[in-house]
């Protein structure tokens, strides 16, 4: 009897115990995730209606209406500098805290958009609910003063709100792991003082990013994913700042050099009235997010 009673007043604690570890189960559901950093490029500044010529009407429609099989957490800032001379940060667009379908108008405004696009069109059957994207990126940039170190601005506030965004991914019952940082930036050091400095400074960012994010990353080391900056007359030492790019590509087999020259990528085209030759032309655009695809997919989980 003593046996059947403690038995009894056991039942509830072992029936606990296994709702708890049901859930453990539950909220442990690996995911991959894909970090997309930059500056102004990297934000997203291509025109979205200029895609109904470029890449057709349909193709339009479809990627207007978005894509749910891949979701992202973007948050989108532009550095100025106002006549004061006092440097500050605004925030252009942003899905707070949640993670939404994969659409247009995740740039830096309403009306444009980023290379999160082609990357979901690249790897929406694959990788369907599979794959979480988080972007965080800041127009104006540059490496040196924005991005460098553990307590500059950008990287900072780039720390936050990714590990805030991981953290959802974890409370909404999923284990995610970081596999690869997509990083379209390089513009805003291609000048005196700064593309003399890029290569060193490249090395002390990545390092720092592979440190940081070590609790997320698991036993390998997170992909370098690096596209070059086109050669539009603007940037002076663009060259430059793209060998420094490829040489720091050589240093280990998971820093990856996109060379978007040799892809073809180009500023000139749009609007056709007045080019825009500091950010990609649409459908340039829409080849980063392929290339970036194609260049981290091999570290994704099968």
């Known amino acids: 009897m003593k046996r059947k009673l403690t038995l009894l007043l056991l039942s509830p604690i072992i029936f606990s115990m296994s709702c708890k570890n049901s859930n453990n189960q539950k909220s442990s559901t690996p995911v991959d995730v ?3 950093s930059g500056q102004s490029n990297g934000v997203g500044c291509s025109h979205s209606e200029e895609l109904m010529t470029t890449m057709g009407l349909e193709k339009y429609e479809e990627y207007r209406t ?3 099989e891949i979701k992202i957490a973007y948050d989108c800032w532009t550095k100025d500098w106002p006549a004061s001379g006092i440097t500050f940060y605004s925030q252009n667009t942003s899905g707070k805290k949640n993670f939404v379908k994969t659409r247009l108008g995740q740039g830096n405004g309403p009306y444009t ?9 690249e790897l929406k059957e694959k990788y369907a609910n599979k794959l979480f994207l988080i ?5 104006g940039s540059n490496l040196k003063d924005d991005w460098l170190g553990k307590t500059s601005i950008m ?11 991981l953290n959802n991914l974890i409370e909404s019952g999923y284990k995610p792991t970081v596999k690869a940082f997509c990083w379209m930036q390089g513009e805003g050091d291609s000048y005196p003082g700064y593309y003399d400095v890029y290569l060193d400074n490249l090395r002390q960012f990545v390092s720092d990013l592979r440190t940081d994010f070590k609790e997320y990353t698991g036993e390998n080391e997170m ?4 596209a070059g900056i086109s050669s539009a007359k603007v940037w002076q030492f663009y060259k430059e700042v793209n060998e420094a790019k490829a040489n720091f590509a050589k240093e280990s087999e998971n820093n990856i050099y996109i060379d978007t020259i040799a892809a073809g990528m180009h500023t000139d085209k749009e ?4 080019p825009d030759i500091y950010h990609y032309d649409s459908d ?3 080849l980063l997010g392929h290339l970036f695809a194609q260049n981290f997919e091999k570290y994704l989980s099968k």
């Open 66 to 68: 978005g894509y749910e």
């Open 271 to 274: 609007p056709w009235n007045e």
């Open 284 to 286: 340039s655009e829409i």
């Open 135 to 139: 972007k965080f990126a800041c127009g």
């Open 155 to 165: 990287y900072t506030n780039m720390m936050k709100y990714v590990k805030a965004q």
């Open 223 to 226: 992909a370098f994913i690096d």
């Open 34 to 36: 894909v970090i997309i």
């Open 113 to 121: 958009f980023g290379p999160e696009i082609g990357i979901v069109e």
